[in-house]
């Protein structure tokens, strides 16, 4: 059995070809099976200086900002009244600092919000810390990295799954 031989330019124009078609029955081609939300991941480093039951709190401060959002993992509904803690290396102090941690709860459409201090570089990364640790679903630590110390907001997303 022999091959077609192929020269550059037949391979190029085939392959060219070849991509426009794929390209243009793109909306027509099926349509993969949605799987929903993935549960989000636990970040290396997420537990770090982490404190059970952080206390809830009206705010940690002022000038930073930590915002998010809350779903379940499947369906991506909004989970109201859910406990994130939160804690950072701030002007405060270090994340062992307990004026540094602390707890807020989703509101009805999954968001929850925390007004702190400024967070500052620690170990020359300045990071936030973020927590579900309560009963009805799995345990998720996170890390988020800000690009710059002078950053005054960070957003981290939960996509919970139950336990």
């Known amino acids: 059995m022999s091959l077609p031989f192929l020269n550059r330019r037949k391979f190029l124009t085939t392959a060219c070809l070849g ?21 989000t991941q636990t970040m290396r480093g997420g537990s770090n200086n982490y404190r059970p039951n ?45 004026r540094n941690h602390g707890s807020v709860l989703t509101d009805a459409n999954g968001v929850y919000r925390l007004e702190m201090e400024q967070i500052v570089p620690n170990f020359g990364q300045p990071h936030a810390h973020l927590a579900y640790d309560d ?29």
């Not at 794929?22 to 549960?39: C, I, K």
């Not at 998010?68 to 994340?95: C, F, H, K, M, Y």
């Open 19 to 39: 991509g426009a078609a794929a390209a243009a029955l793109g909306p027509f081609a099926p349509a993969q099976a949605q799987t929903g939300f993935a549960p």
């Open 54 to 98: 952080a206390p809830l709190v009206e705010s940690l401060g002022k000038g930073f900002i930590v915002t998010g959002s809350v779903r379940l993992a499947g369906s991506g509904a909004p989970l109201a009244d859910t406990r994130i803690q939160i804690w950072a290396a701030t002007t405060l102090g270090g994340e062992r600092e307990p």
């Open 135 to 163: 009963a009805a679903y799995k345990t998720v630590f996170l890390r988020p990295l800000m690009s710059s110390p002078s950053d005054t907001s960070v957003t981290a997303d939960f996509i919970l799954a139950p336990t």
